[in-house]
């Protein structure tokens, strides 16, 4: 291998890891357009605590198994179906759209219904419609 032939490859090398490093590091800037929800570039807003819902607050099916749960799936329990509840009131424009919070911590599918997989995914529609 020739010099020159050698040198371009070491250049082109390393302007490939510039490159890589530059874009892990999150030097290029995002457009509103590729900034994903619930990713920390996104602008949501983070679930409040007085949008958690309490024992208080839960329905008798919803209370009767969250008597079941321990201190940690509790939390997560309550998380979820506060996130889902949040979710209804975009859906039925009880709230802007844009007042979606991220999913909180703790938010797992296990404790979303069926029937409300369409409504999470409908708030979330109505989101990027408003963004």
Do not use: W
């Not at 749960?69 to 889902?84: D, I, N, Q």
Request: glycine share 4%; hydrophobic share 45%; net charge negative.
């Amino acid at each position: 291998m020739s010099v020159l032939k050698f040198t371009h490859f070491i250049a082109v090398g390393l302007v490939l890891q510039i490159f890589v490093v530059f874009v892990t590091s999150g030097a290029i800037a995002q457009t509103d357009q590729n900034i994903v929800p619930g990713s920390p570039m996104s602008r949501e807003p983070d679930m409040t605590a007085a949008q958690l819902i309490t024992p208080a607050d839960m329905t008798q099916d919803e209370l009767t198994f969250y008597k079941t749960l321990g201190p940690a799936e509790s939390k997560r329990f309550a998380a979820t179906r506060s996130h889902v509840r949040i979710c209804q009131q975009v859906v039925d424009h009880k709230i802007p759209a844009l007042d979606l919070p991220k999913q909180p911590t703790g938010f797992t599918m296990i404790y979303v219904l069926q029937p409300e997989k369409q409504l999470l995914d409908d708030a979330l529609e109505a989101y990027l419609i408003a963004t």
